[in-house]
Nanobody, 125 residues
Framework: VQLVESGGGSVQAGGSLRLACKASGYSATTYAIAWFLQYPGKGLEGVASINMDGSMKYADSVKGRFTISKDNAEHTLYLEMNSLSPQDAAPYYC????????????????????WGQGTQVTVSS
């Protein structure tokens, strides 16, 4: 399984970005997948996830501003990010698990086996 993120960039506060994560190597479409960010010197933080059963979970800090979605036919995960603030600036990583496994803690990085290389989001004030 390979995950390739895209869509990062630089925006002003209040702006929007749409991140994408293309997954390859899966024969099934039922797998948990999620977005994480990592501040400098800190651990990975869960942003949003879609579990194997389609259930979604968001970090409190992004509820109402970010929307996660998945195109099963294209094996692509998206993160629509609106009302961005400098606090949202970080590298964002896509993570996925093996098919048919229901992730118990979907915003815990330890729940995922496969990781992308990340895409940088920069927000200027």
């Amino acid at each position: 399984v390979q995950l390739v993120e895209s869509g990062g960039g630089s925006v002003q506060a209040g702006g929007s970005l749409r991140l994408a994560c293309k997954a390859s190597g899966y024969s099934a479409t039922t797998y948990a997948i999620a977005w994480f960010l990592q501040y400098p010197g800190k651990g990975l933080e869960g942003v949003a996830s879609i579990n194997m059963d389609g259930s979604m979970k968001y970090a409190d800090s992004v509820k109402g501003r970010f929307t996660i979605s998945k195109d099963n036919a294209e094996h692509t995960l998206y993160l629509e990010m609106n009302s961005l603030s400098p606090q949202d600036a970080a590298p964002y990583y896509c993570a996925a698990e093996n098919p048919w496994l229901l992730v118990v803690t979907p915003l815990d990085p330890a729940s995922y086996t496969y990781w992308g290389q990340g895409t940088q989001v920069t927000v200027s004030s």
